[in-house]
T-cell receptor, first 113, second 111 residues
Framework: DTEVTQTPKHLVMGMTNKKSLKCEQH?????MYWYKQKAKKPPELMFV???????INESVPSRFSPECPNSSLLNLHLHALQPEDSALYLC????????????FGPGTRLTVL | DAKTTQPNSMESNEEEPVHLPCNHS???????IHWYRQLPSQGPEYVIH???SNVNNRMASLAIAEDRKSSTLILHRATLRDAAVYYC????????????FGKGTTLSVSS
């Protein structure tokens, strides 16, 4: 199983809502990543988890809160988002942070109203 | 991080070879050259990587210049399914590093 799954596929939320994005992999990978991708732009790294510990936070606003409850799961908790946060949120995993190949999920398309 | 430069877009015909160039004149000795592609409505997928020598896999070939300041991703016979954005990324192969995507090249394939 070389798949990274992400739920939900689409999410529409208001600026006062709290929601969560979920990412799961069963490849035994110990590094997991969140990226944000605006339309027609390349993915931008947000967070890196290594062995369930946050190792990189690319100065992401605190309204985005990542969580890695175990080695297979990665969540992104969203609160008080702005319309400019509307984007495709991609999750990825690799064997370790030095791993050659990252496996990406299909993403969650988020719209903030 | 060392930067890469790619053409914004390229066009190809089906079943013809495609050569996608990437310039990386400030590459350091420990930087690997990675290629990922992103098909429409999908997450990026790994294509190939190399350090100094040319590399082949089932998807593509990677030709690396002797001075390592440029590289070329070669798709030997383009198919419609190869239409995607292709990203050339430099990355040190050590713990704690991450993929930093540049703008990439949008490849169009015509039948």
């Amino acid at each position: 199983d070389t798949e990274v799954t992400q739920t939900p596929k689409h999410l529409v939320m208001g600026m006062t809502n709290k929601k969560s994005l979920k990412c799961e992999q069963h490849m035994g990978h110990r590094a997991m990543y969140w990226y944000k991708q605006k339309a027609k732009k390349p993915p931008e790294l947000m967070f890196v988890y290594s062995y369930e510990k946050l190792s990189i936070n690319e100065s992401v606003p605190s309204r985005f809160s990542p969580e890695c409850p175990n080695s297979s799961l990665l969540n992104l908790h969203l609160h008080a988002l702005q319309p400019e946060d509307s984007a495709l949120y991609l999750c990825a995993s690799s064997q370790a942070t030095s791993g050659i190949e990252q496996f990406f999920g299909p993403g969650t398309r988020l719209t903030v109203l | 991080d060392a930067k890469t430069t790619q053409p914004n877009s390229m066009e190809s015909n089906e079943e013809e070879p495609v050569h996608l160039p990437c310039n990386h004149s400030t590459i350091s000795g420990t930087d690997y050259i990675h290629w990922y592609r992103q098909l429409p409505s999908q997450g990026p997928e790994y294509v190939i990587h190399g350090l100094t020598s040319n590399v082949n896999n089932r998807m593509a070939s990677l030709a690396i210049a002797e001075d390592r300041k440029s590289s070329t991703l070669i798709l030997h016979r383009a198919t419609l399914r190869d239409a995607a954005v292709y990203y050339c990324i430099l990355r040190a192969n050590q713990a704690g590093t991450a993929l930093i995507f540049g703008k990439g090249t949008t490849l169009s394939v015509s039948s």
